[in-house]
Nanobody, 123 residues
């Protein structure tokens, strides 16, 4: 089992920045890919960014150049740095992890989910 605990959500202005953190624990050696999904009101969950053990990343087209995913294995923490925030970025953001090694956008392929953290962007 793997436990994921997000923090860092909140309110930002358009053009502002937030950094999300996800502390992970448990059977982490079995995890190959970690990432962030988001879900806005009435929308499906969307992969925002993912990273594998080798450091390869994948991003949603809508966040490329604005968001950066990274991980600090010494601190057991995954990050999502979000810059140039837009109102459309507002959503609940979930930290995720999976045993498989493919950077997939399919939500059901992820084995573990955090509880989510709300990001609100004021216009």
């Amino acid at each position: 089992q793997v436990q994921l605990v997000e923090s860092g959500g909140g309110l930002a202005q358009t053009g502002g920045s937030l950094r999300l953190s996800c502390e992970y624990s448990g059977d982490i050696l079995e995890i190959n890919v970690m990432g962030w999904f988001r879900q806005g009101p009435g929308e499906q969950r969307e992969l925002v960014a993912a990273i594998n053990r080798g450091g390869t990343t994948k991003y949603a087209d809508s966040v490329k150049g604005r968001f950066t995913i990274s991980r600090d294995n010494a601190k057991n923490t995954l990050y999502l740095q979000m810059n140039s925030l837009e109102p459309d970025d507002a959503a609940v953001f979930y930290c995720v992890a999976r045993h498989g090694d493919i950077l997939t956008r399919v939500a059901s392929a992820y084995d573990y989910w955090g509880q989510g953290t709300q990001v609100t962007v004021s216009s």
